[in-house]
């Protein structure tokens, strides 16, 4: 669950990270009442979950209640690459004297907490990469060691922040690795993590990604729930409580188990498809689960092609097999299926789907996940030929 910046905010405020006061509004009039809580200059800030609202015109910096009034006219309701404002923040303007940046996040190859920092804040972190990769300094931290006070301020040396600002920024860190872990998130970041004349080290932005498996610890989660954005393809997926990301391709994805949908997404990709969507039916793929990811999928207008794969191991092939005749029995697709049934009881479930009749151009089993990710690839490409 991503979060937008003022929840980030309010999130790392738990944590005694250092924010700007502000407040949150959803009309003109609450925009200036809050910029009069926290004192002029306020900047007004778009709260949308993408990049590059400095550019696009949605922050924007207020001397005044006309100023505020002016900029929170027309920032609200504006579109930013796709998503439309409905809320700002409002927040006292900061004295900068450098920007840095900031995050925790997980490296799961390495199996360990991953600290990445850098000097140059206040842009991309990938920008930053490719340009200067040596500018980025990347610890790992054994999560059941943590990260030490001497870790964090090492890390700030290491990174070449100034020595006025290195206690700190190893403050700073060790704050928000404990948002990091005892908070449950995915992702912690801080850019631009500030400097201001006076010294202080500040968080002038926040961005976090919450773990959803640890809902259960957090009742007070609930809230968050409430303005997180979904399409309606995510919004469907949710109330059926299916695992589902959407993206931009044609090739929609079902699998089971979250591994190999990945691998799904990576061997269309390397065929030359693009896929529709992240889809884990974990290993309840019965008939009532098939049927809602299939209803789901057939929601995106984009989808070209079904893949479904599915590697049978504690689920047996011909339960697969029955909830995909079943589940198309209840939804009417307008994309055709390629299937690769493998694993416990695969050939069983191959004659069951054999059996039920479905017209071949409408249901068609490949024997390896790669012929049926170009068969797949294939359809969404207008027949054009194996990619």
């Known amino acids: 669950m ?3 910046e003022y929840q980030g905010k309010q999130y790392f405020a738990r944590y005694d990270i250092p924010v700007s006061p502000g407040g949150v509004a959803t009309t003109v009039d609450e925009a200036v009442e809050q910029a009069e809580a926290a004192g002029y200059p306020v900047v007004v800030k778009a709260q949308v979950q993408v990049g590059g609202r400095g550019k696009a015109g949605g922050i924007k910096l207020a001397n005044d209640a006309a ?9 609200l309701g504006m579109d930013i690459k796709g998503h439309t404002v409905e809320i700002l923040w409002v927040e006292l303007a900061s004295d900068i004297d450098e920007e840095y940046y900031g995050s925790f996040t997980l490296d799961r190859a390495a199996k360990q907490h991953l600290l990445m920092l850098s000097a140059q804040g206040g842009i991309d972190i990938e920008d930053v990469a490719a340009k200067d990769p040596d500018a980025i300094v990347k610890l790992h931290i054994n999560p059941v060691d943590g990260l030490s006070a001497e870790a964090a301020r090492q890390a700030a040396v290491d990174a070449r922040i100034p020595e006025r600002a290195v206690d700190g920024v190893g403050d700073i860190l060790g704050k928000l690795y404990r948002c990091f872990v005892d908070g449950d998130c995915d992702l912690a970041e801080i850019n631009p993590l500030i400097l201001k004349p006076d010294g202080e080290v500040h968080a002038l932005d926040a961005k976090v ?4 498996n640890a809902e259960f610890r957090h009742p007070e989660w609930e809230e968050y729930g409430k303005t997180e954005v979904l399409d309606d393809r995510e919004q469907l997926a949710k109330e059926k409580d299916l695992t589902y990301i959407g993206l931009d391709g044609s090739v929609g994805i079902i699998a089971n188990g979250a591994g190999l949908a990945m691998s799904t997404l990576d061997v269309v990709n390397q065929v030359g498809g693009t896929a529709a969507n992240f889809l884990d039916i974990g290993g309840g793929a019965n008939a009532d689960v ?3 990811a299939l209803d789901v999928i057939n929601t995106d207008e984009n989808v ?3 893949f479904i794969n599915i590697f049978g191991g504690i689920t047996r092939g011909e339960e697969v097999a029955k909830g995909i005749v079943e589940g198309l029995g209840r939804v ?3 994309a055709p299926i390629v299937i690769r049934l493998d694993g416990t009881n695969a050939e069983e479930g191959r004659q069951i789907i054999l059996d039920a009749g479905i017209p071949a151009d409408r249901l068609i089993s490949k024997p390896t996940m790669l012929d049926a990710a170009r068969e797949a690839v294939r359809i969404a490409n207008g027949n054009g030929g194996e990619a």
Do not use: T, Y
């Open 209 to 212: 990604s919450l773990d959803d």
């Open 290 to 292: 098939m049927a809602a």
């Open 67 to 75: 100023e505020v009034r002016e900029h929170a006219a027309n920032i």
């Open 304 to 306: 070209k092609s079904i």
């Open 2 to 4: 991503d979060l937008f």
């Open 332 to 334: 009417e697709l307008r």
